[in-house]
């Protein structure tokens, strides 16, 4: 269990309730005990008075005293095993809730490179199907284990006072249970490891299935799909049959051991019966309190098998939490950014990938200046803007922001004062109003209206049934490819930035809504660092400084003007989409 350890820090946290629940859960044991003893007892009187020894009117006030003391130790019982479900199960509730807000916030802080090791599918597999598994140990397994060793403490204690020596032949098969349930254990938990893994891949696979559906149809696969989910599920499900039959094994052992103890103790104790050893009413009470222990030693199977589980999926969710961030936040003091961005040699190699994307890249920008960054697929445009906003960290060289190493900034600083429009807009299944204000919380419907308006996609948005209040599809799908892309600006726009990253995202657009665009730019970043990564002469145009990447190298630099009148790659750039305007 030493997976489980992790969350003995929110054990602490509700020691208290969890404190109150075990005590609760104690005391509606501890009233089960009374019912047996008092059952006993009538028997014992009934056979008192066949052998004349109370009289009839006697038996009665003793029954009815019996039958008061049962149904009020039952009544008190249920109301306290209420109490028990409301205190226990409500605390693992809350560790349920804690658990998935540290997982949440372990992927928040993890880099950017971990997102592309591994699958979403999985990742949420971790912080549902897991956590719930991982719920399971800290609630209903914890209570019943309570409720297992109080029962038994309490009523073998009780059972070995009455009659010592049929309390040990009764008890007798117990010991070989719990070497079964040992055995038992180790295999499930193998085989609830290899469970989730699987459950794991499933959800992977529909995930991906779901999001690439237009994919898929336009290729006409939906059958290969089927099959191939088909494959996947009837492995999922051999797996589970294989955990299950292991399962399985604990009602029948149970069942069989609990059989034994009645017959154990209907022998043995007739024989002590017959030698007036005991009374008839104890062998009653020893028949019930062996069947009542039919449930805590089935129990015994349940929690262990709860317990390996959640021990299963505790490892799974911790191999996540166990990594550390790449990029991290260096300081607590605050930042003041006023947007002087300087690249001295940087050179930049992919850790996932091991592909080196830039070489020895060196520029500043000045606050209010504009630099355009031009270059084939693959140049590495987009890991600059990337390195810009932290998402990764330089290797080599020295990336600075108004003088500083940027890993000296405060992170959270540093990127709250960049507005980024990625190269593939991601909008999110919320209104349009809402997927604007993401840059701004507390933008007002003004602000709001005024950055659709900068952006050139107001007039789009008005024109729906619902305007700003219609709610889009997942990933910004109900809008077109360059209504998403300027919806994206939008929200870069209203957070009001001090820099301000555009990685391409004016590709989707027709030249007229670029030069609109371009011009409400040009307006309203005089006082802001902005960088625009684009493949077409006309974006980069009105850049105070325009950068040619080339295999991760500057191969050429300087302004519009100086460019289109020296040979290489920006001039033959400029000449061919000038001509394919003209025609």
Known sequence: ???????????????????????????????????????????????????????????????????????????LSGFFTFLMRQTVIVVSRYIEFDLKNVVFEQYERLSLSFYKKNRTGDLMSRISEDVSKVRMYAGPALMYSTTTVTLFIVAISYMIYTAPLLTLYAVAPLPILSISIYKLSIAIHKRSTI???????????????????????????????????????ETSKEKNIDLTKVQALFFPLMILLIGASNLIVIYVGGNQFIDGKIDFGTIVEFLIYVNMLTWPVAIVGWVSSMVQQAEASQ?????????????????????????????????????????????NVSFSIEPGETLAIIGNTGSGKSTILELMARLYDVEQGNYTVDGAKATSLNLEDLRGNIGYVPQDAFLFSDSIENNIKFGNKNASKEQIIEAAKNAAVHNNIVNFNKGYETVLGERGITLSGGQKQRVSIARALIKDPKILLLDDCLSAVDTETEEEILQNLERITQDKTTVIVSHRVSSAKNADKIIVLEDGEIIQQGTHAHLINSDGYYKELYNKQLLEKEM
């Open 315 to 359: 490892k799974r969710i911790n191999e996540f939490l166990k990594v550390d961030p790449e990029v991290v936040n260096t300081t607590t003091s605050r930042s003041t950014i006023e947007g002087h961005i300087e690249f001295d040699k940087v050179s930049f190699t992919y850790p996932d990938t091991g592909i080196t994307a830039l070489k």
């Open 195 to 233: 469970v989730q893994q699987y459950l794991s891949k499933l959800t992977t696979f529909t995930q991906e299935s779901f999001s690439g559906i237009s994919v898929i149809k336009a290729y006409g696969i939906e059958p290969r799909t089927n099959t191939e989910f088909e494959q996947l599920a």
């Open 1 to 75: 269990m030493k997976e489980l350890r992790f969350l003995n820090k929110f054990f602490l946290k509700y020691k208290w309730r969890l404190l109150l629940g075990l005590i609760i859960t104690a005391i509606a044991t501890i009233f089960r005990i009374v019912v047996p003893a008092k059952i006993g007892d009538s028997i014992d009187a009934v056979q008192r008075n066949f052998n004349g020894e109370i009289t009839r009117e006697v038996l009665k006030d003793v029954l009815l005293e019996n039958i008061l003391l049962i149904l009020g130790a039952a009544i």
